[in-house]
């Protein structure tokens, strides 16, 4: 088939409503080899793997990506609640999304279902240019089996084959960060044991992707102990990995619509992916300076560096009176450079007599002003290698 748009010409090829070629328009389907699929057994729907491409509107966009595996016990996709809707979401968060149709069962087991979520990860950072994203923050979203899968991929993934004929299969096949959603970790835990999931926590490493875990107390299908055996896992490597665990709700809720409490989960996630640096992909730096409350070091409190990007990490350190009213950030946990505001919070003013259960304050104290009578914020200047002095006034 042939369209023409005004001068230009684009030709491809549409196999049951999948464009073959690079026509990466919001909403469009491609296919993840246009030549056919390894192992493939025919040419229907569920035979041919694809990723349908949401794309966040240009003001919002970010330049993250993730890939959204559906669950469904790899005998089926649950791609409305568990695909188009989580990818609408992450478009709101100016994230680029994908879901992914990968092969299941009867005709395919998990092995292929892999193959074809590696394939997912190499097309999507080959293609990073075109489609607008970053190459080194595609990561991979997984619900119950789909969050085997992510799980699977995250942990048996491999750097690229420099020779494969098919410049794709050059690209690594590694995502960047794991969110896993009630998912499934060992097969084993089920009664009676299901053997052809994935054992992933056995092979969690140092090198395997920053993880963010979902999962609710009250799942009977898939115990809570799947997702503690993942995190126990990154937790040993030195993984950095967050995890919730609800105490009402049950298994395939997807996001939650109309559970006020586990409906917070992709706002949890939002704060995450913030935090990591994910949205934005710079390099954070250390920081250091001093506060002081009244003429005097801070006794007691923490101070907040908020960045003027909102999609920016967020900086916050202790501060407590042996340190003087000085303070240090550390490069993982530092701001980016650039103007940022500054909240100090106040728990303390004086810890002269420690055991004698004395209250040296009212109440905690929050100070956005250097003083009561400025109308502007506290804003800073961070810049590598500069110290920061914050001077406050309470009265």
Same mark, same amino acid.
């Given at each position: ?34 030549? &056919? ?56 968060? &100016? ?193 250091? &300076? ?34 003087? &009213? ?70």
């Amino acid at each position: 088939m042939i369209r023409h748009i005004g001068t230009i010409t684009i030709a491809f090829v549409v196999l049951h409503g999948v464009s073959m070629a690079s026509d990466f328009s919001h909403d469009s389907t491609v296919v993840l080899w246009p030549g &056919g699929a390894p192992q493939s057994q025919g040419t229907q729907a569920h035979d041919v793997p694809a990723l349908t491409i949401h794309l966040p509107e240009k003001a919002v966009a970010n330049g993250a990506a993730v890939i959204v595996n559906p669950g469904g016990g790899y005998g089926m996709l649950a791609s409305d609640h568990e695909g188009l809707q989580m990818a609408r979401w992450l478009n709101s968060i &100016g994230v680029t999304a994908f879901v992914l149709r990968y092969r299941v069962k009867p005709e395919y087991d998990p092995t292929v279902s892999l193959i074809d979520a590696q394939r997912a990860i190499r097309f999507v950072r080959y293609h990073a240019k075109a489609l607008n994203i970053s190459a080194d923050r595609i990561g991979m979203l997984g619900f119950s089996a789909g969050g085997n899968l992510a799980s699977a991929a995250g942990t048996r993934y491999d750097a690229r084959d420099a020779l494969a004929p098919d410049p794709i299969d050059r690209t690594s096949s590694r995502p960047d960060f794991l969110v896993l959603v009630y998912p499934v970790i060992n097969g084993e835990l089920f009664n009676p044991p299901r053997f052809d999931y994935f054992r992933t926590d056995k092979i969690v490493t140092a090198d395997t992707p920053p993880t963010f875990l979902v999962q609710t107390h009250e799942d009977q299908l898939v115990s809570a102990r799947q997702a503690l055996l993942f995190y126990g896992a990154l937790l040993e490597a030195g993984v950095p990995a967050e995890m919730h665990i609800f105490g009402y709700g049950g298994h395939g809720l997807g996001l939650a619509p109309g559970d006020p409490d586990l409906g917070e989960w992709p706002n949890m996630l939002q704060r995450w992916l913030r935090s990591t640096g994910i949205f934005v992909g710079k390099d954070r730096i250390a920081v250091s &300076g001093s506060v002081t409350l009244d003429g005097e070091a801070l006794k007691w409190g923490w101070l907040t560096l908020i960045p003027k990007n909102p999609y920016a990490p967020i900086a916050r350190v202790d501060i407590h009176d042996h340190m003087k &009213g000085m303070f240090s950030i550390d490069k993982e946990h530092g701001p980016l450079p650039g103007v940022h505001r500054a909240e100090v919070h106040v728990v303390c003013r004086d810890r002269s007599a420690p055991r004698s259960g004395a209250y040296s304050i009212d109440d905690a104290e929050h100070y956005t002003r250097t003083n009561p009578k400025s109308k502007a914020p506290i804003c800073v200047e961070v810049r590598e290698g500069e110290s920061l002095s914050i001077e406050i006034c309470s009265k």
